[in-house]
């Protein structure tokens, strides 16, 4: 089985890529929505950030805006808190692997947003970078509801630069385009994958 991972910088339509890959019947593992599940009432990361982090769980499920005011900018906490969720998400990949196969899939996308800060570009096999301009990039962010000049500048800090990740790419998806034309090259990649 390819595995295929996805990544780009925040604001850059990753998830939009993420969406056309499985309109394309492309199985997608979305690192963000296993966090989500994960933070969510009853889920299996809520009593472990409620034992770290007891000010962020509200309702029983986490509070993501309060988490991320703990956590953004502050290195040592984002360390913290990565020690919580990845093992989490190790597992949530497993079973996803073993649904895949099980499916018959030759190509599987892993988007995973932190694929270069965490390692994680040595467990694929492909690496697909979804990127536009930098003003492109800071107007979406900006429009994002709670989002300020100052959390966009705390996040991409964390991020490695887009330049350096287009360089790592084996594959560079445009996203400053239309989505027809965005949803054009998932097609034409989807097939040179496939023929690889």
Known sequence: MLLVGLTGSIGMGKSTVGEMFRELGIPVYDADAEIHKLYARGGAGVEPIRAAFPEAVVDDQVDRQRLSKLVVGNDAEIERLEKVIHPLLTEGRAAFFEKAE??????????????????????????????????????????????????????????????EKREKADFVINTHCSKEETFEQIKALVEDLKNA
């Not at 390692?119 to 096999?125: A, D, M, S």
């Not at 492109?136 to 962010?141: H, S």
């Open 102 to 163: 099980k499916e018959g899939h030759t190509l599987v996308v892993l988007d995973i947003p932190l694929i270069f800060e965490t390692g994680g570009e040595n467990k694929v096999h492909k690496i697909v970078v979804v990127s536009a301009p930098a003003p492109v990039q800071r107007e979406r962010v900006l429009a994002r509801p709670d989002m300020t000049a100052e959390k966009f500048e705390a996040i991409l800090a964390r991020q490695v630069p887009d330049a």
